[in-house]
């Protein structure tokens, strides 16, 4: 039986291991994600947080593929804003739609001085018949954000939406609480988002 339970122990000990140094090399370089809807909404929305299982991201990957690598990037944490911003000019000056070249033009001006807080994910209308639509026609949505400090200020969503005509935007949060670390926000189903704050 002492050999059983310490082969037990000793069991539980290496799986423990293997699993923490699974999560550190994953985590090595990238960012931290985590964003989760609230309990009361989870049923209604949900939060793709691989890019690579988001219905958005694929077709993202065959209409603007360098959009989609510069999503990848930041997501990995090989890409912060000012490159981001970059990859947004050169998309601003080869598109020929001018809604969406304003609406670029308007968020390079606007990540003036942020940085990421978490990468790219997919926000994702799970439950229609449950789901509400605001006065703009834009889903309301409680998100848990653990990347959020107390000291951090000036948090905005970067958002990628097909539902909107101009594509792009820099959304305010209807509110957030830093000390919940939570926010509620305005969002598309569909759209890929990252939420950005004033850089320290």
Do not use: H
């Not at 000019?89 to 308007?106: M, P, R």
């Not at 990347?147 to 949060?173: C, F, H, I, L, R």
Request: proline share 2%.
């Amino acid at each position: 039986m002492k050999i059983a339970k310490r082969f037990m122990t000793l069991a539980l000990a290496t799986a423990l291991g293997v699993g923490c140094a699974t999560v550190g090399v994953s985590a090595a370089g990238s960012r931290t994600n985590a964003i989760t809807v609230s309990d009361e909404q989870s049923a209604i929305y949900e939060i793709v947080q691989k890019l690579e299982e988001s219905e958005s991201f694929k077709e993202l990957q065959t209409e603007l593929p360098e959009v989609a690598d510069a999503f990848a990037k930041v997501n990995e944490g090989k890409m912060e804003v000012e490159e981001f911003k970059d990859v947004l000019k050169t998309l601003a000056d080869e598109t020929t739609d001018e809604t969406v070249k304003a609406a670029l033009e308007e968020l390079v001006e606007k990540l003036e001085g942020k940085e990421f807080v978490t990468g790219f994910d997919e926000f994702k209308v799970i439950d229609s018949d449950k789901a509400e639509k605001n006065a703009d026609g834009k889903y309301d949505v409680d998100l848990s954000v653990p990347g959020m400090t107390d000291n951090g200020d000036g948090y905005q969503v970067v958002v990628y939406s097909k539902e909107d005509a101009k594509k792009w935007d820099v959304v305010d949060p209807t509110s957030v609480d830093k000390e919940n670390k939570t926010m509620e926000v305005a969002l598309d189903d569909g759209a890929l988002f990252s939420v950005v704050a004033d850089a320290e």
